[in-house]
């Protein structure tokens, strides 16, 4: 079993920039892909970036592509997710999530197929 911590969360004004990081605990890390999802005030929680178990593989939403970067580093136990360009839109609780029994070349973009998940931190994007 993994626990997972986000930090870095705040307000920001559009056109600005946060990173995000997810802390892991317990089982090793590089066994899980991980995963980035949001939830808006009064939307369903969606996909934002995955990053397979060695960290090479990584797929991004079209909303935020160009714009946010998901990276791991093993060795410190830690996924982040840089967001640049920040836009009003992407204001919400942004979640991290972990899957283990996948391939080191997996990236999993559904939510369902995750098993761990962290209690969020907040983004807030101001106009």
């Known amino acids: 079993q993994v626990q997972l911590v986000e930090s870095g969360g705040g307000l920001v004004q559009a056109g600005g920039s946060l990173r995000l990081s997810c802390a892991a605990s317990g089982r090793t890390f590089s066994s899980y892909a991980m995963g980035w999802f949001r939830q808006a005030p009064g939307k369903e929680r969606e996909f934002v970036a995955g990053i397979s178990r060695s960290g090479r593989i990584t797929s991004e939403a079209d909303a935020v592509k160009g714009r946010f970067t998901v990276s791991r580093d093993n060795a410190k136990n830690t996924m982040y997710l840089r967001m640049n360009s920040l836009k009003p839109e992407d204001t919400a609780v942004y979640y991290c999530?972990?899957?283990?029994?996948?391939?080191?070349?997996?990236?999993?973009?559904?939510?369902?197929?995750?098993?761990?998940w962290g209690q969020g931190t907040r983004v807030t994007v101001s106009s």
């Open positions: 999530a972990a899957a283990d029994l996948y391939s080191t070349t997996t990236v999993l973009t559904g939510g369902p197929l995750y098993s761990y």
